[in-house]
């Protein structure tokens, strides 16, 4: 159903979309139509790909990486929307539909690319050009309450229907880029075979510094104080917040005034949201899918 877009005066309409599975994966519809020019996407080996599964900290690391490959906190880091600096693959506007390897083709190298897809998913060209992945992953408990929100202030997202009702589908994996199990396991699995650098996005909460220490040296890349202590600042979530480049405020289909895009940027946020039952209930879930790999997860600081 078409609904306003929450911007007074505006007459901008958008509508909710369902979901199309693609190899078992349930994607957005377009991204169900662009598939196949998708899959055969060109990457290059100076390509630098932030790849996350959705609300596990994908803005804020496109912020620090673009900080790290540009020396620091630029103009154009500045004044660019984090949108336009690290074009998302399977983007498609949806009036006039183009996906975002339209925009990423006619983007200069080295380009940052940004992706929420699926290990599956990931154009071949990725792993045959070996170029630099960095995976961020949050625990499944944060992601669930900040994707909860997120379907219901982006009007473009499916459905959520009550809490209750999102909660089993998260957990049965029937939101748009599937389960969250499946997704943090399995690039868990390839980080080896592959450039990834995997990183949690409780690591950087707890410890910004150290992450980009990190993830400097991973795209060669090496600073001093001044310029760690610039780009810790500048990716602050309060800086973040308050800033147009990064706070999603310029999209009219966004509507803030439901949530936030940068809602809280904390670890732990899913004890405010999950009945005693709904944790129990998880805890089954997640022994059961959790059980067969080396991967651990901090839900609490
Ligand atoms: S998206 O829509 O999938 O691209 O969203 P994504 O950027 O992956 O995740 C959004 C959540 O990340 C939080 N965030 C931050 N936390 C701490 N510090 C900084 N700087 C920061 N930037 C973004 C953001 O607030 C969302 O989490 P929640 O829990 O909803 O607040």
């Not at 379907?151 to 994996?173: A, D, I, V």
């Not at 089954?284 to 991967?295: H, P």
């Amino acid at each position: 159903m078409a609904e306003d877009c929450g911007i007074p005066g505006s007459l901008l309409k958008v509508e909710r979309q369902t979901l199309y599975e693609v190899d078992g994966v349930p994607m957005m519809r377009r991204f169900f139509e662009y598939n196949e020019k998708i899959r055969n996407f060109e990457a290059k080996p100076d390509d630098v790909l932030v790849a996350t599964y959705p609300k596990a900290g994908t803005t804020w690391m496109i912020e620090i990486v673009d900080c790290i490959l540009s020396g620091g906190v630029t103009d154009k880091i500045r004044n660019q929307p984090s949108g336009t600096r690290a074009p998302f693959i399977e983007l498609c506007k949806s009036s006039h539909s183009y996906p975002g390897v339209d925009i990423l083709d006619a983007t200069p190298s080295p380009r940052l690319v940004n992706t929420h897809l699926p290990v599956k998913l990931v154009p071949p060209s990725f792993w045959e050009s070996n170029c630099r992945i960095i995976y961020v992953a949050r625990n499944a408990k944060d992601v669930l309450v900040s994707y909860y929100f997120f379907h219901k202030l982006n009007l473009r997202m499916p459905e959520t229907g009550s809490w209750e009702e999102f909660f089993e589908s998260y957990l049965s994996g029937k939101v748009a880029w599937g389960s969250w199990f499946d997704h943090v396991t399995t690039w868990w699995d390839i980080r080896q075979r592959q450039q990834v650098l995997y990183i949690f996005y409780e690591d950087i909460v707890q410890d910004p510094q150290r992450v980009i220490e990190r993830v400097s040296p991973f795209l060669g890349r090496t600073f001093g104080r001044t310029v760690i202590d610039e780009i810790m600042k500048h990716t602050a979530f309060s800086n973040m917040k308050d800033n147009p480049m990064t706070n999603f405020s310029n999209l009219p289909w966004f509507n803030l005034k439901v949530s936030p895009f940068m809602r809280k940027g904390k670890v732990g946020d899913w004890k405010n949201h999950f009945t005693v039952a709904q944790n129990e209930r998880f805890e089954k879930e997640y022994q059961r899918r959790m059980a067969k790999t080396s991967l651990r997860f901090t839900d609490d600081l």
